[in-house]
């Protein structure tokens, strides 16, 4: 986004009013925090207007895979860091099935592919695409290769298409899914980039280093093409991160347009296609196209991309409701906590490892851990005996009601409010094990 | 060719280098963000320490279970961390908290000189989390060990006199905890210097909270922390420890839930991205509780580091 100042510079600084602002740097200071758009000054250039929008795009496009509410969408990022700002969009992983595999071996990848997919505290994790590889070098193989895929595969798809024919003969029938035609390394990059735009498809291009990717990239745009992917080609770790780091810091800190878009890495499967994966999830990747990912891979997988794209100036929380751990019963003990998600998690898994079952109680707390939300006045006994009225719990069960030791002073109180004798728990939430098997023993 | 604008950040400051044990292992150095040959000229990969206890009560079976035995004896077990390729030993003396387990502070010196003996590794001594005894034991092992410079774990803002007196007294090291905040980090630093710790006998362990659990918070306090150090904050210019062996806290981690896959696999790899978000935001110091995880990240790293 561009200041107040360059902004400034563009004005005719007559101070003419005619944009209703008392001065040509009001509306200057308006532009930068896009109040105002720079149409609204009738004296200000047509080539100026263009510069503006030329400069104050985001520094890497936005691609979009996919069509609806599932498309999957790349790149738009603003920032190096992500205490700076949340990084706008997670990156996408998929799984790639060749077309030159049968039906029924296609369907049970693809029914793994739907296998990753995990129910999260409110969240589902899940792989976001499958990618059809034209191994077969033909275009009907190819067809009824991505026929099979849709049978069973309803999200966004990726082509992995090294020939401009067969990729004509996909997109002609295919274009309407928008799926993202990845072509690897090509001598034809021209061809594919007229292609993808004839048919209003993202591309995906490879060239090995950042140089060779940048002129790629510029032969792409000259053949009108604006949504590309590019693939910088690492052939390790080391160059993975390094040319990723490179491209996103040319983009960001120096403007750098053609090195602007998205990152992809086509990796294989296994460790070494895992560990580029998480690489690429820091460093600035937007894509990972595995040849397979197992559920003891996929997991941590997701849930580090779960966790690298939250807000970091939010809190993250959890839902206030009823969790049932274990399989609690009518004298299961009741216990309860904040709805900031580091505490919810922690207490979960510590109930968990003492193998008891208990109605964990969470306490909407605006995200804040116990301590801060009891001072700040937001987990109060009022607070907590509405949150067991909404749910009911108090009559599910007649065990001890049990108070984190860290707010005891709030035990007289809530007896009273729920008309119940309370105990007080641990300060430590890897105390409460123990103090489980007191109280249930 | 295109011609690509440098990117390299001149920084100006680098992390302290601090050398361990027989003064053979270094931690620290870096120049620039972690890996980034063009603006940080240091090839050094984050060092690996590998867990042992004296005691395995509330120590993961399945952790336990890969190291085919040599558990049971804290020498031999380090010795085996020795043979997958650990640079230090972290020694974690839960078994001299009486209620759980019987280790003396006899013992307790007697199993830092056998590690020692019989590795030669850099050696992290951490207590058993009770204040009255840790201040009884640790200066004991600090007086006592005095040919190989451990690092004491660890030193937090109301307790820090008491263990950090005695690792000066004996020329050893002191790792100073902060939780989850870089002006808290700072403030230990500060303490310690004024309290007489030399800069380069501090490590800061800002506290990694693993995958899943917060590890997004840690990742960017940890990078706060190093653009800090490299942009020239003095105070920040510490190596950086992160424990990476809550991992296998986490439930997701190690459940047994259908459909997640194998469990040693998927702690293997819980660890192992919560190592690599480690390193990837400044630690220079992993301690690892799984023998395939630490296996994993050595080699990762040593790839990233480009050398050796
Ligand atoms: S209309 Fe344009 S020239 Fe006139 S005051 Fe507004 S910004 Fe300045």
Redesign the pocket.
């Known amino acids: 986004m561009a200041t107040a100042i360059e902004y400034f510079k563009l004005?005719?600084?007559?101070?003419?009013?005619?944009?209703?602002?008392p001065?040509?740097l009001a509306?200057?200071m308006l532009l930068a925090n896009q109040k105002a758009k720079l149409e609204?000054?009738?004296?200000?250039s047509g080539e100026a207007v263009e510069a503006m929008k030329e400069s104050s795009a985001p520094p890497v496009n936005t691609v979009k895979v996919g069509t609806g509410e599932n498309a999957v969408a790349m790149g738009g990022e603003n920032v190096l860091y992500r205490h700076e700002r949340r990084f706008e969009n997670p990156i996408a992983y998929a799984v790639s099935v060749s077309d030159s595999w049968d039906a029924p071996r296609i369907a049970e990848a693809v029914a793994k592919a739907k296998s990753l997919a995990f129910d999260r505290v409110g969240m589902v994790f899940r792989l976001d695409l499958v990618s059809v590889s034209n191994d077969s070098g033909e275009s009907d193989e190819f067809l009824a290769a991505v026929d099979a895929v849709l049978a069973d595969w309803d999200l966004p798809i990726m082509f992995e298409i090294n020939d401009v024919g067969v990729a004509e003969a996909a997109l002609s029938r295919h274009a309407a899914l928008k799926p993202l035609v990845y072509a690897g390394e090509t001598a034809d990059v021209e061809a594919f980039a007229k292609l993808a735009t004839k048919h209003g498809c993202p591309l995906g291009i490879r060239a090995k280093g950042v140089e060779a990717a940048a002129d790629a990239a510029e032969i792409a745009a000259k053949a009108g093409c604006k949504d590309l992917v590019l693939d910088l080609g690492a052939s390790n770790l080391k160059e993975c991160l390094e040319w990723q780091t490179i491209a996103r810091r040319a983009a960001i800190n120096r403007k750098f347009r053609p090195l602007g878009h998205p990152l992809m890495n086509r990796v294989g499967c296994g460790e070494y296609a895992v560990a580029t994966a998480v690489l690429s999830t820091l460093k600035y990747g937007s894509l990972v196209v595995f040849d397979g990912l197992e559920p003891y891979e996929a997991l941590p997988l997701f849930t580090l991309r779960q966790n690298i794209y939250t807000d970091p100036q939010v809190p993250i929380q959890v839902k206030q409701d009823l969790y049932p751990i274990g399989d609690p019963g009518p004298h299961s003990p009741i216990m309860f906590t904040t709805n900031f998600s580091l505490t919810y998690f922690t207490v979960r898994a510590d109930i968990e490892k003492s193998k008891i079952p208990v109605w964990l109680q969470i306490v909407n707390t605006e995200g804040l851990s116990v301590l801060t939300a009891y001072s700040a006045g937001k987990f109060e006994p009022e607070r907590v005996a509405a949150a067991f009225e909404e749910s009911g719990v108090l009559d599910k069960s007649d065990g001890p009601v049990v108070v984190p030791g860290l707010v005891a002073r709030m035990s007289g109180k809530l007896s009273e409010e729920i008309g119940r004798d309370v105990v007080v728990g641990t300060n430590e939430s890897k105390d409460i094990p123990k103090h489980l098997r007191e109280i249930t023993s | 060719m295109a011609e690509i604008p440098s990117v390299a950040e001149k920084y100006g400051s680098k992390v302290g280098e601090v050398p361990v044990g027989h003064g053979d292992y270094v931690a620290g150095g870096a120049g620039g963000m972690p890996f980034l040959s063009f603006e940080n000229p240091s090839k050094r990969r984050p060092m690996i320490a590998g867990e042992v206890r004296d005691s395995l009560v509330g120590y993961p079976e399945l952790a336990a279970g890969m190291f085919s035995g040599r558990e049971k004896d804290p020498a031999d077990w380090a010795m085996m961390w020795k043979e997958i390729g650990a640079d230090m030993i972290f020694l974690r003396l839960t078994g001299t908290d009486p209620s759980v387990g019987t280790t003396t502070a006899e013992d307790a010196v007697r199993i830092v000189k056998e590690i020692d003996e019989r590795t030669r590794l850099p050696i992290m001594v951490h207590g058993c989390g009770v204040q009255e005894i840790d201040h009884e034991i640790l200066p004991r092992i600090c007086s006592e060990v005095r040919d190989t410079r451990l690092i004491v774990s660890c030193v937090e803002e109301e307790d820090y006199k008491r263990l950090s007196a005695a690792a000066m007294a004996g020329g050893h090291h002191v790792l100073a905890f902060s939780n989850l905040d870089i002006n808290l980090a700072k403030q230990m630093n500060i303490l310690l210097s004024d309290f007489g710790v030399e800069k380069d006998n501090i490590f800061m362990d800002p506290l990694m909270a693993p995958l899943g659990m917060g590890l997004d918070y840690s990742y960017s306090v940890n990078e706060r922390i190093r653009l800090s150090a490299l942009r020239g904050d003095r105070m920040l210019q510490v190596p950086m420890v992160c424990h990476t062996g809550e991992a296998w806290d986490v439930a997701d981690a190690t459940s047994d839930e259908p459909g997640l896959g194998d469990p040693a696999h998927r702690v293997a790899w819980w660890e192992a991205i919560t190592a690599i978000c480690a390193m990837m935001s400044g630690a220079d110091l992993l301690v690892m509780r799984g023998p395939s995880a630490a296996d994993m990240v050595r080699v990762y790293a040593e790839e990233l580091a480009g050398g050796s």
């Not at chain 1, 004005?11 to 602002?21: A, F, H, R, S, V």
């Not at chain 1, 609204?40 to 200000?44: K, N, T």
Request: with cysteine; aromatic share 4%.
């Open positions: 004005l005719p600084k007559t101070n003419c009013k005619d944009c209703g602002q001065t040509c509306f200057a609204d000054c009738p004296h200000v």
